[in-house]
């Protein structure tokens, strides 16, 4: 089992700023990959950004250039620093984590944050 306990959500005005933070516990597989999905109200949740253990960043086009993601392995930690921030980027931003045995394959999801973008 893998606990992800997210932090770091809430309103600001649109051109702000956030950062979101992602603490993972329990059986954490050194190879494992984290990131951050958000679901809008009547959308499906997408992915925002995720990076491997490794350090490999793979980002949603939409994000690219306004959002990093990082991490911290020791720590088990992932950060997502969201700026330029848009009204669209309005959401419940989860937290995730993926890694795999020889023959099964793990997915857990943290509580959610909301980030609200208005004016």
């Known amino acids: 089992q893998v606990q992800l306990v997210e932090s770091g959500g809430g309103l600001v005005q649109p051109g702000g700023s956030l950062r979101l933070s992602c603490a993972a516990s329990g059986s954490i597989f050194s190879v494992n990959v984290m990131g951050w999905y958000r679901q809008a109200p009547g959308k499906q949740r997408e992915l925002v950004a995720g990076?491997?253990?490794?350090?490999?960043?793979n980002y949603a086009d939409s994000v690219k250039g306004r959002f990093t993601i990082s991490r911290d392995n020791a720590k088990n930690t992932v950060s997502l620093q969201m700026n330029s921030l848009k009204p669209e980027d309005t959401a419940v931003y989860y937290c995730n984590y993926k890694a795999s045995s020889p023959w099964t394959p793990y997915n857990y999801w943290g509580q959610g944050t909301q980030v609200t973008v208005s004016s």
């Open positions: 990076i491997t253990s490794a350090g490999i960043t």
